[in-house]
């Protein structure tokens, strides 16, 4: 897995299905910018409730994140053929039935990462990098909370450098096209601003780094599949026999084993292929047969 080969698989799909991708991320950001866009009026305001849509807020931001975060596994998964079939609907409920497993792990992770931060830095920059798995593998090899963890190290072993420069590019490309995007709506009103404004920001960067380590899982996961023995084995039976240095057709059955019908077949004595008793040359390596000579047929 290269930081490079992972970019360019994710940008063709970013910008290939970006309209799809936009529309799922603009969905879940109009609920999350809706609420915290009336959290911070009621605070500005100073109106009553604002203790509620402050907590309701943050749930529906944590709900979100990671509602996003698994349909863009799937919608990835879906298009990485080159057709993006399942509908934005599906895409959503397919994700439902692993939204608590996700929400889970990834409060779990966040306070990991946000402790090793707050205390040493890097500490939370290695539990950040090893656990950068831990939604596709969620979501796609429907694991548990605490498997979750573990398969997503196991992953990561070995490329940890180049998934956390890959999780580095990511965060500054998308920190600074989504600051660009919020400037140009810092006109509106504050509810506007947030509930349009970041909607549209958000739902334009927010997938690509979702887009990207979905992309790096698959190649991750590639990476540690060997190619099976049985496809091995199928390639080597494929070859063509060589006979006096020219490629000819298998016989139907092995050199050897074949067992002709009385009076009816010969054996080319040649290539070793089954042949009906009244041909004169092998249809397979083109050998004459002389009726007089040597070539008997077998059986009789």
Known sequence: MSIGAVLDEAWTLYTKFFTRFFVLALIVFAIVNFVFALFWLALDERASGGVFLGVL???????????????VV???????????DASTREIFGRVMPLLGTLVVA????GLGVG????????PGLFLLTIWSMV??????????????FGRSRALVRGSGL???GLILVTIVLTTIAGNILRAVFSFLPLFLEISVGSTVASAVVAPFS????????????????PVPEDVTAAAIQAEPAVVDGAEVAEPPAEAGEAEPAPDTEYVCPRCGATVAR??????????DFDLGGDEEPKGS
Do not use: K, N
């Open 74 to 84: 799937f919608a990835v998964e879906d298009a990485r053929d080159g057709v993006f």
């Open 135 to 148: 939604a596709p593998v969620i979501v796609l090899e429907r694991s548990d909370v605490l498997g979750a």
């Open 115 to 122: 402790v090793g931060l707050f205390l040493l830095i890097v």
């Open 57 to 71: 807020a943050l749930a529906t931001a944590i709900i979100g994140q990671f509602w996003l975060q698994g349909a």
């Open 278 to 287: 009244e041909a004169t040359a092998c249809p397979h390596c083109g050998q």
């Open 162 to 164: 180049r998934v956390f």
């Open 106 to 109: 990834g409060l779990l992770a």
């Open 210 to 225: 979702a887009i990207a380590l979905t992309v790096a899982y698959f190649m991750l996961r590639e990476r540690e599949e």
